[in-house]
T-cell receptor
Framework: GDSVTQMEGPVTLSEEAFLTINCTYT??????LFWYVQYPGEGLQLLLKATKADDKGSNKGFEATYRKETTSFHLEKGSVQVSDSAVYFCALIPNQAGTALIFGKGTTLSVSS | DGGITQSPKYLFRKEGQNVTLSCEQN?????MYWYRQDPGQGLRLIYYSQIVNDFQKGDIAEGYSVSREKKESFPLTVTSAQKNPTAFYLCASSIEASPLHFGNGTRLTVT
């Protein structure tokens, strides 16, 4: 079945460092891809999305490009801040009506000043 | 403002008791979902509903029940049959294949 695999964390960085969180997926057809962020004690917030191959989603300095040839949707940010410390989830919606979002296991990012 | 409200934020119960978690949305979304979150396991789908009076089991439905009598409401009951009920529960809603909107979650502790 469809699935999402994320790099395991935690990822620990200093402020202003470059961030990459890897995400690969397995799906039939052309799923839509998402990154969500979860701050401590809260629900998930949509960070960015891409709905077709070669689309680049971007928001708050974060970017991810839908790569069908490598079935990947890696999250990047050029310069992280302490406020970016959170759990990041990669997710997909399969290309079938009536199906729910499928999540990766999440990657914890900790940024220190 | 439109959104999803989960209540309460923290819930404590004794083992063997059923407990119902509330989820209300005023986004006029057709679909609603319940996920369970455990450390290191990400989010796992419990139940979802695409339309009023209809719902489907997710990956871990055993020990849980839901109802969808109104579009705005999708309560989740954690029954005594659920062997490990202590977790963080997240409710979400969406319209068609759009991204999910999440509530702020309910942390259930069963002792």
């Amino acid at each position: 079945g469809d699935s999402v695999t994320q790099m395991e964390g935690p990822v620990t960085l200093s402020e202003e460092a470059f961030l990459t969180i890897n995400c690969t997926y397995t799906a039939t057809g052309y799923p839509s891809l998402f990154w969500y962020v979860q701050y401590p004690g809260e629900g998930l917030q949509l960070l960015l999305k891409a709905t077709k191959a070669d689309d680049k989603g971007s928001n708050k300095g974060f970017e991810a490009t839908y790569r069908k040839e490598t079935t990947s949707f890696h999250l990047e940010k050029g310069s992280v801040q302490v406020s970016d410390s959170a759990v990041y989830f990669c997710a997909l919606i399969p290309n079938q009506a009536g199906t729910a979002l499928i999540f990766g296991k999440g990657t914890t990012l900790s940024v220190s000043s | 403002d439109g959104g999803i409200t989960q209540s309460p934020k923290y819930l404590f119960r004794k083992e063997g008791q059923n407990v119902t978690l509330s989820c209300e949305q005023n986004l006029n979304h057709d679909a609603m979902y319940w996920y369970r979150q455990d450390p290191g396991q990400g989010l796992r789908l419990i139940y979802y509903s695409q339309i009023v009076n209809d719902f489907q089991k997710g990956d871990i439905a055993e020990g849980y029940s839901v109802s969808r009598e109104k579009k705005e409401s999708f309560p989740l009951t954690v029954t005594s049959a659920q062997k490990n009920p202590t977790a963080f529960y997240l409710c979400a809603s969406s319209i068609e294949a759009s991204p999910l909107h999440f509530g702020n979650g309910t942390r259930l502790t069963v002792t």
